[in-house]
């Protein structure tokens, strides 16, 4: 028998002279909060099962409705803090490991906000993005050490597959399962448009969207879900998952309840079977078994595309991606501790895991020293937020960025951080019908084309600052940013001087 001590985490503030009981709060509300009383003629509210996503609060035809934090918490203190009071008591209630959404929210260092941006003064002089060309078009794959020449002098030109991207930022995974089918229609329609990519994640790829395969990564995950040979000719570049950011070192997993219809098709798995995959990958114990599987797959699609390994940022990450680089990979895409996801436990995703910043900086550095930076790309997620951010991502040794949280809250997101429940008012993270039809593609893919050709103007913005006109000269850049706040042990990782040197 359990026993409910937990305080509901917010109110609803519903101002009588406002409310008209039109019971829009109610239709809107997959959380059941609002309900009519036939008795007082009233509108009631459950505040227990709000989890303040602001759907009610958009909607309400008189702007009768507010949600705000309950300060009824329990009796906290710096040792005890309410969430850690509050976890206690859901375990003891549930016996169960808590699970969360959405990307680390403690409050450890974010190093994007303590980098700052070089800009040109007097001497080099800055560069106007409106009446100077800017290159913001970026290949990802393996490059030549040095320019070759053929038998007849000329510049040999046959480059191993790349990825011609027209900016500098990708879709990130997300799997149709743990994201709806009109939210991955709105990143396809989008990534085709802009000429970017967008990834399929590990659930395989719906039937409607092959049309959209030149601008797809088709991702193989340990579970290999919907992994097929038609799957694997279908994408642009094949990426194998080998870690996630948001639960370095476990496998992921989509209820069943998540696996119906066409979901359950895709996946190649039974409706209502929950998805678990392993957290390895069983027929990967090394470099060279990953190296085995890196080429099984480009053998498998005769070596036309190229072959990405992503891994999440741990501890050892300079060494791992030098195995990576030495695996035959084109692409090595590294996911940062605060990557968002649709479920993780919360102990995983709030406490494994190292910043990307210091990762990406400690990858490339080592790359470059032992020669073989040109042997891969380098791609980072996890908590980019804005076009500076992807600047200094790139200014640390970065080729592209991955974004995927800043891509759901184009689509509507309003980061209630309750995508494991299924029940996304928004129509994002749900396959219930009713939700999924909220989320209109078209108004999806523009949206996202909106935020990406904004981003777009502001990075050429900040590099023209700089006097920079390419990404490429951008790349590795490190002499662009400076350090504010910072020790200098973490100066030394970053490769980076402090403010004022
Ligand atoms: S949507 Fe607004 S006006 Fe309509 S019932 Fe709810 S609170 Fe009242
Ligand atoms: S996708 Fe939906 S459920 Fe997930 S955080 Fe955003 S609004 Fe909430």
């Known amino acids: 028998m359990s026993i409910e001590y937990i305080f509901p985490e917010f109110e609803v503030v519903r101002r009588p002279d406002r409310c008209i009981t039109c019971r829009v709060c109610e239709r809107q509300c997959a959380n059941e909060v609002h309900r009519y009383d036939e008795t007082s003629g009233t509108m009631i ?3 227990s099962k709000c989890v303040d996503c602001m759907r009610c609060v958009s909607l309400c035809p008189t702007h009768a409705l507010k949600i705000v ?3 009824c918490t329990f009796r906290d203190n710096a040792n005890w803090q309410n969430d850690t009071i509050k976890e206690i008591h859901k375990q003891a209630n549930s016996g169960g490991v808590l699970l969360s959404s959405m990307g680390n929210p403690k409050p450890l260092p974010v190093y994007w906000d303590k980098i700052l941006i070089n800009a040109s003064q007097v001497t080099n002089p800055p560069i106007d993005p409106l009446r100077e060309p800017m290159e913001t078009r970026v290949f990802l794959g393996k490059k030549p050490k040095k320019v070759a020449l053929d038998s007849n002098g000329k510049i040999k030109c046959d480059l191993p597959p790349q990825l011609e991207l027209s900016m500098p930022v990708m879709f990130s995974a997300m799997s149709y ?8 229609a709105s990143l396809a329609r989008a990534a085709s448009k802009l000429g970017i990519f967008y990834n399929t994640g ?3 790829l719906h039937e409607d969207f092959y049309c959209y395969g030149d601008n797809t990564i088709v991702q193989v995950a340990s579970g290999r879900f919907g992994v097929h040979e038609k799957y694997l000719s279908a994408g642009a570049a094949i990426e ?23 979901v359950s098709r895709t996946r190649m798995i039974p409706e209502g079977s929950d ?3 392993p957290a390895p990958h069983h027929d990967i114990y090394s470099i060279e078994d990953l190296r085995q599987l890196v080429f099984s797959l480009k053998e498998a699609t005769e070596y036309k595309k190229p072959v990405i390994v992503k891994v999440a940022a741990v501890h050892n990450i300079a060494a791992i991606a030098s195995g990576i680089a030495r695996s035959g990979a084109d692409i090595i895409a590294i996911d940062g501790f605060r990557g968002g996801t649709g479920a993780a436990p919360t102990r995983t995703r709030d406490n494994v895991g190292i910043p990307i910043e210091l990762a990406l900086a400690a990858v490339d550095q080592r790359l470059r020293e032992e020669g073989i930076r040109g042997d891969v790309s380098l791609v980072v997620g996890g908590s980019i937020r804005s076009a500076s951010d992807v600047v200094k991502a790139i200014a640390l040794g970065a080729d592209a960025c991955y974004i995927a949280t800043a891509a759901v809250l184009a689509l509507g997101c309003h980061l209630c951080r309750n995508c494991q429940s299924g029940k996304c008012n928004w129509g994002i993270a749900s396959q219930r019908p009713d939700l999924v039809k909220r ?8 949206r996202l084309i909106n935020l990406m050709t904004a981003w777009n103007h502001e990075i050429k913005e900040l590099m023209g600052g ?3 006109n390419s990404i490429e000269a951008l790349c590795g850049n490190r002499l662009m940013l400076r350090g504010v706040g910072l020790n200098e042990k973490e100066l030394k990782i970053l490769g980076i001087s402090h403010a004022g040197e």
């Not at 989320?439 to 523009?446: A, D, K, R, S, Y």
């Open 45 to 47: 509210s459950d505040e």
């Open 439 to 446: 989320l209109n593609p078209e108004i999806g893919t523009e």
């Open 69 to 71: 934090k309950s300060d």
């Open 466 to 468: 700089m006097g920079i």
């Open 202 to 204: 590990e659930g395989g």
């Open 177 to 184: 399962g743990s994201i709806s089918y009109n939210a991955h």
């Open 240 to 262: 194998i998952k080998m870690g996630q950011g948001a639960k370095p070192g476990i496998g992921g997993h989509l209820p069943g309840t998540k696996i119906v219809g066409d």
């Open 275 to 277: 998805a678990i995959s």
